[in-house]
């Protein structure tokens, strides 16, 4: 049973326009969510996440909401540019983050068109 | 350079046939952990250490093993006993294994039994 769920495996979206990347879970003990970044054949690599005392937090282009109630979580990218065409991975964790107890999503390729 | 290095690559194995990942980290981070890739698939978690010489099985553990001599090395073994090995594999590393710690991923090991 995925907890995690990313349920667009791709989008593709226009260089300077809003990147809305989707993630839902159903697990409500689930206090912590990250987004990772994935290039081909690299390690993912940590974007930024939100504690769930929290439902937005914001760093520079990218900003993560977080919706309790509807278990859902979403990261946007503002302006989207050609150099954030990876896969994004959603996780979540009920132990305040720790990175052993984390669950994955199945990840979303995001195509940023110059 | 502060990372982890993920070795080899690319690596091929014979049905039957043993074979180490090699992973080792140079941010004296104490936590380590192993994760496993598949097409349309999640992280899914093999192992992981928060401690030299401790370890704990992840969701996945049938037919891997792991040591941890050294804080900066935490090689995992793929045993003649796993049923499908093919997959692409991540070694991570935290500060600690509790909490809201980033995990910081190496470049990831393919591994193709041939």
């Known amino acids: 049973d995925q907890q995690v769920k990313q349920n667009s495996p791709s989008l593709s979206v226009q260089e300077g326009r809003i990147s809305i990347l989707n993630c839902d879970y159903t697990n409500s003990m689930f206090d912590y969510f990250l987004w990772y970044k994935k290039y081909p054949a690299e390690g993912p690599t940590f974007l930024i996440s939100?504690?769930?005392?929290?439902d937005k937090n914001e760093d520079g282009r990218f900003t993560v909401f977080l919706n309790k109630s509807a278990k859902h979580l979403s990261l946007h990218i503002v302006p989207s540019q050609p150099g954030d065409s990876a896969v994004y991975f959603c996780?979540?964790?009920?132990?305040?983050?720790?990175?052993?107890?984390?669950?994955f999503g199945t990840g979303t390729l995001l195509a940023v068109q110059p | 350079d502060g990372g982890i290095t993920q070795s080899p690559k690319y690596l091929f194995r014979k049905e039957g046939q043993n074979v180490t990942l090699s992973c080792e980290q140079n941010l004296n981070h104490d936590a380590m952990y192993w994760y496993r890739q598949d097409p349309g698939q999640g992280l899914r978690l093999i192992y992981y250490?928060?401690?030299?010489?401790?370890?704990q099985k992840g969701d996945i553990a049938e037919g891997y093993s792991v040591s941890r001599e050294k804080k900066e090395s935490f090689p995992l073994t793929v045993t003649s006993a796993q049923k499908n090995p093919t997959a692409f594999y991540l070694c991570?590393?935290?500060?600690?294994?509790?909490?809201?710690?980033?995990?910081?991923f190496g470049q990831g090991t393919r591994l193709t039994v041939v």
């Open positions: 939100i504690s769930s005392i929290k």
């Open positions: 991570a590393s935290s500060i600690r294994g509790e909490g809201n710690t980033e995990a910081f």
């Open positions: 996780a979540a964790s009920a132990y305040g983050g720790a990175t052993n107890k984390l669950i």
């Open positions: 250490s928060q401690i030299v010489n401790d370890f």
